[in-house]
């Protein structure tokens, strides 16, 4: 089944712990991104990806990193989380020029 | 980044017509979007339009785009239940950026 997957879905960490939230595709897609969404704002780009090596930072990069090693996989990477960062993010992949197709969701609380 | 807007909240009557009103600010917009989230699960595509097309149908979709008034709206006919959900708009317009907007949420009363 062509999908995109991202662990965990829920999380609850502290402040000032590392943590990475994988995000994986089967489907070659040589586009990927990364979004956070929050009450009344919508959905947030925080990065993108064009193919493998190649990332950018989308409207709301500070405080993440991403990497893209593989064409398939895409994690955010949050070296020190803080309390705003607590939110709803959401991977998704496409074809380069194509629509979105998003993952099921991560729910991250920072305490 | 680019504005996009919508309406917050939307009820119709099952069997009415819904119909969902985007406004979006970049004259450049390429592809524009509509996907469709389900409480707790994330967004699914509903369908798109590219900017040199006026209208689009699919089955119970019906997608309009005035692009003087950069306006973009989504019919949905004959409402059901199972409609009831967010529904945001999005555009592009290279294709590496997407903007959404906040996102309308639709209850549908039996």
């Known amino acids: 089944e062509a999908q995109v997957t991202q662990n965990p879905r829920y999380l609850i960490t502290v402040t000032g712990k590392k943590l990475t939230v994988t995000c994986s595709q089967n489907m070659n897609h040589e586009y990927m991104s990364w979004y956070r969404q929050d009450p009344g704002l919508g959905l947030r780009q925080i990065y993108y990806?064009?193919?493998?090596?190649?990332?950018d930072k989308g409207d709301v990069p500070e405080g993440y990193k991403v990497s893209r090693k593989e064409k398939r996989n895409f994690p955010l990477i949050l070296e020190s989380p803080s309390p705003n960062q607590t939110s709803l993010y959401f991977c998704?992949?496409?074809?380069?020029?194509?629509?979105?197709?998003f993952g099921p969701g991560t729910r991250l609380l920072v305490l | 980044g680019e504005d996009v807007e919508q309406s917050l909240f939307l009820s119709v009557r099952e069997g009415d017509s819904s119909v969902i009103n985007c406004t979006y600010t970049d004259s450049s917009s390429t592809y524009l979007y509509w996907y469709k989230q389900e409480p707790g699960a994330g967004l699914q595509l509903l369908t798109y339009i590219f900017s040199n097309m006026d209208m689009k149908q699919d089955q119970r979709l019906t997608v309009l785009l005035n692009k003087k008034d950069k306006h973009l709206s989504l019919r949905i006919a004959d409402t059901q239940t199972g409609d009831s959900a967010i529904y945001f708009c999005?555009?592009?317009?290279?294709?590496?950026?997407?903007?959404f907007g906040t996102g309308t949420s639709l209850t549908v009363i039996p």
């Open positions: 999005a555009e592009s317009a290279t294709g590496n950026q997407f903007y």
């Open positions: 998704a992949s496409s074809l380069t020029g194509g629509p979105l197709y």
């Open positions: 990806s064009m193919n493998v090596e190649v990332t």
